[in-house]
T-cell receptor, first 113, second 117 residues
Framework: EDQVTQSPEALRLQEGESSSLNCSYT??????LFWYRQDPGKGPEFLFT???AGEEKEKERLKATLTKKESFLHITAPKPEDSATYLC??????????????FGKGTHLIIQP | DTAVSQTPKYLVTQMGNDKSIKCEQN?????MYWYKQDSKKFLKIMFS???????INETVPNRFSPKSPDKAHLNLHINSLELGDSAVYFC????????????????FGPGTRLTVL
């Protein structure tokens, strides 16, 4: 069973058309939920970390929110340069040790001029 | 200055060969990671490591081994390469998430595209 599910898989918007990307997760103890942006041929670029339900963070046209079961990445009035794959990842509390992130499969976002 | 760097960017090799990918971070982090991104762009953790402990994802073949000469480097050695090893490999680093600090976001390198022929 997937721990992190992102939807939609792909999204095409007109420039200025606001929308939201969804990330639902199932973990026993959430250490943190992370949003990354990945451009073709590059490594994931860190955007936000959210730690507890109700938390919100903003950066330019992006706003991330977190509930106990899901996170949303809201994109307001997007521009073509916002086109990328957006990745959601979770980190769990475990018995010890440095833990990697569990990623979703991403949402491929295209903003048309 | 590049925060997390990897070399080489591209690696093309024959089945059965042994190869290494190098990773360096200048962020002062004490935890480093290796991820594999397959042809469907799905990122999966392979290893996480700090100066005390190596955590291995149980799905990783033992042909893969991380080697850390110091806190700023975590190299990936791969023995007896197979066709299915073709992928993009990403190195990442963070502060130790066990410390309790909330600043445990991971920063990724640019990736190494490995092609096994």
């Amino acid at each position: 069973e997937d721990q992190v599910t992102q939807s939609p898989e792909a999204l095409r918007l007109q420039e200025g058309e606001s929308s939201s990307l969804n990330c639902s997760y199932t973990v026993s103890g959430l250490r943190g939920l992370f949003w990354y942006r990945q451009d073709p041929g590059k490594g994931p670029e860190f955007l936000f970390t959210l730690y507890s339900a109700g938390e919100e963070k903003e950066k330019e046209r992006l706003k991330a929110t977190l509930t106990k079961k899901e996170s949303f990445l809201h994109i307001t009035a997007p521009k073509p340069e916002d086109s990328a794959t957006y990745l959601c990842a979770v980190q769990e509390y475990r018995g010890g040790g440095a833990d990697g992130l569990t990623f979703g499969k991403g949402t491929h976002l295209i903003i048309q001029p | 200055d590049t925060a997390v760097s990897q070399t080489p960017k591209y690696l093309v090799t024959q089945m059965g060969n042994d190869k290494s990918i190098k990773c360096e971070q200048n962020l002062g982090h004490d935890t480093m990671y290796w991820y594999k991104q397959d042809s469907k762009k799905f990122l999966k953790i392979m290893f996480s490591y700090n100066n005390k402990e190596l955590i291995i994802n149980e799905t990783v073949p033992n042909r893969f081994s991380p080697k850390s000469p110091d806190k700023a480097h975590l190299n990936l050695h791969i023995n007896s390469l197979e066709l299915g090893d073709s992928a993009v490999y990403f190195c990442a680093s963070s502060q130790d998430p066990r410390v309790g600090s909330r600043l445990n976001e991971q920063f990724f390198g640019p990736g190494t595209r490995l092609t096994v022929l």
